[in-house]
């Protein structure tokens, strides 16, 4: 037996919105481990619109600074966030591109740091 139009109706406004939902709430995070005087970075495909970066550096509020260097850049390589010795940060980015972001770290400290990235729109 075939469903009732308004049941089928209902079914597809459903999927839509979870599709939705789906598209729209798109989240990357990672855990880092940055040995001494290393550079690692993180990319990931973003369109226009607001994005949304956060960072915690494991250790560096007891240690009295990271010694990591922050730093965002879009897909043309401009640097839209530039940042030495934080903690932990939040910030969010208006996007003009579509494409590859790039977030990096680079720690000049003698110690390995653990850094947590996360990166959301």
């Known amino acids: 037996a075939a469903a009732a139009p308004d049941v089928e109706n209902q079914m597809i406004a459903r999927l839509i919105s979870v599709s939705v939902f789906l ?3 798109h989240a990357t995070a990672i855990q880092l481990v940055l040995d001494s005087v290393e550079k ?3 990319s990931e495909d973003f369109d226009v619109g607001n994005v949304q970066f956060s960072f915690e550096i494991e250790g560096a509020l007891t240690s009295g ?3 990591v260097t922050s730093s965002l850049l879009d897909p043309n390589g401009v640097t839209l966030y530039s940042k030495h010795n934080l903690p932990r940060d939040r910030f969010d980015v208006q996007t003009q ?3 590859e972001y790039s977030m990096c770290f680079v720690n000049s ?3 390995p ?3 947590q990235v996360t ?3």
């Open 23 to 25: 598209t729209v709430a």
């Open 65 to 67: 600074g990271s010694g």
């Open 40 to 42: 690692r970075c993180l």
């Open 97 to 99: 591109y579509s494409g």
């Open 109 to 111: 400290s003698p110690d």
């Open 113 to 115: 740091r653990i850094v």
């Open 119 to 121: 990166m959301e729109n």
